[in-house]
């Protein structure tokens, strides 16, 4: 460790002691923050820097130009991990099968992405002989959560060390520090940039005006979905099939799940689908709004969400919101090496064995609406949807008898209250 640097006193286990930071697991955007850290790390921990940049499937990322600046920056070593099919599989088959969404309508695509970016940074850490990990979440966050949690889990003796939630630096600050030692900085330094987190599920953006409650969605904000207004005057109709919850047909076509993700998205994006305006109850106390970009999740959960009604009875269905209500809240905290995720994961697994079935969607300048259905399991007859007097498992004369026991209790009930009124009235 260089001397002179100040290093505020630790609070947890898992976090670096300076003295004895000798090699750093850099996880590595490219990004203002994490170029700046890749070089104040250096300076100011006398350590050296591994840069390791994960493909979750952001859109327009050029990995090379990212690893050649972490080189430019001083890295001993840049690696860049494609983990998508890995995202897809374990993180996005799940959530699709909980239906998960958090606080009415954020998929999660970026929590689903930490424990998965950490587990490969603990996985990296180790092969290349570092004995800390770095990130560049701030302290006002869930993703410091969702990171630490899954090292300090995953791999006790790794520590950890967050230089954004300690440096004294604002966004000027660092502009000023990027100068000094020659760190390029993209997008120019003139105008605050959005927050932007995005992988093959969803896009969020935060800060600048969008902090501002009062203020409606600026355009520029958006990067996927047209706005509704400028989409096409003709709807498209897109049909997704499903095979036990997971979506494997596009139009008829089947496709791994990659690639139908992202067909899907780029078809719901031209529609307007998928603009979330949301505000948001942070773990950490915050509530914080995110204007969401999330084509592919706002039709494919739409989709599976009512095939599993159509082949569930009432009994499953009204109890697999509750649970993929805590699936999503588990997820959303952080906890995704927490047991009871992998209790609900195998519910999951069950209650979407009979979730077979296509469904179709149509897109219309920023909707998405179920507009056809069918699977061989669903708990549906048309013989006895209709309003004549079909024999089989329905006797419409059997009703009467149902109606008188199912409203007893409400009926006793309501006969005890107006007695106890009546009785109030005549003692006052
Ligand atoms: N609010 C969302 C969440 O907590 C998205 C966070 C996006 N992260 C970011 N660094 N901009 O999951």
Redesign the pocket.
């Known amino acids: 460790m260089s001397e002179g640097i100040v290093h505020p006193p630790t609070t947890a286990s898992y976090e670096a002691d300076p003295e004895s930071v000798g090699r750093v697991l850099l996880l590595y955007s490219g990004g203002l923050d994490t170029s700046v850290m890749l070089h104040w790390i250096q300076k100011n921990y006398g350590a050296e820097v591994v840069a390791l940049t994960i493909n979750l499937g952001q859109p327009d990322e050029d990995y090379s130009v990212v690893t050649g600046k972490a080189i430019d920056l001083g890295a001993i070593d840049a690696r860049v991990v494609d983990a998508r099919q890995e995202f897809v599989d374990d993180y996005i088959t799940p959530a699709i099968k909980a239906n998960a969404l958090?606080g009415g309508g954020?998929p999660?695509f970026?929590?689903l992405g930490r424990p998965l970016i950490a587990k490969i940074a603990v996985d990296v850490a180790r092969e290349t002989g570092c004995d800390t990990i770095a990130h560049g979440?701030t302290g006002k966050?869930?993703?410091q959560v969702r990171i630490e949690a899954t090292i300090a889990t995953l791999a006790p003796e790794l520590k950890v060390i967050a230089p954004v939630r300690s440096w004294a630096m604002g966004r000027e600050e660092e502009i000023e520090y990027a100068r000094e030692h020659s760190i390029p900085v993209k997008g120019g330094t003139e105008t605050a940039p959005y927050?932007?987190?995005d992988n093959l599920w969803g896009r969020?953006?935060?800060g600048r005006w969008i902090e501002d409650l009062e203020q409606p969605p600026l355009d520029d904000v958006f990067q996927l979905v047209t706005p509704p207004e400028r989409a096409p005057d003709q709807a498209t109709v897109v049909n997704i099939g499903f095979e036990k919850g997971v979506p494997t047909s596009l139009d008829g076509e089947a496709l791994g799940l990659i690639d139908l993700i992202n067909r899907v998205a780029d078809m719901a994006a031209a529609n307007g689908v998928g603009i979330l305006d949301h505000i948001?109850d942070?773990i950490v106390g915050l509530k914080?709004r995110?204007i969401y970009e999330i084509p592919a999740a706002a039709v494919i959960l739409t989709a599976h969400r009512e095939l599993e009604r159509l082949v569930g009875t009432i009994h499953q269905n009204r109890f697999k919101e509750s649970m993929d209500e805590q699936w999503a809240y588990l997820v959303?905290a952080g906890l995704w090496w927490e047991p009871l995720r992998t209790d609900l994961d195998a519910f999951m697994e069950e209650s979407n064995s009979m979730v077979t079935g296509t469904i179709g969607i149509k897109l219309y300048k920023g909707s998405a609406t179920v507009i056809t259905r069918s699977s061989p399991h669903a708990v549906y007859d048309s013989q006895l949807a209709t309003f004549s007097e079909s024999g089989g498992l329905f006797r419409q004369t059997a009703s009467p008898g149902f109606i008188e026991l199912f409203s007893l209790q409400s009926r006793m009930a309501w006969q005890v209250r107006n007695e106890a009124a009546g009785s109030e009235e005549n003692d006052s």
């Open positions: 958090y954020y999660l970026t929590a979440c966050g869930n993703d927050s932007i987190d969020s953006s935060e948001e942070r914080v995110d959303y």
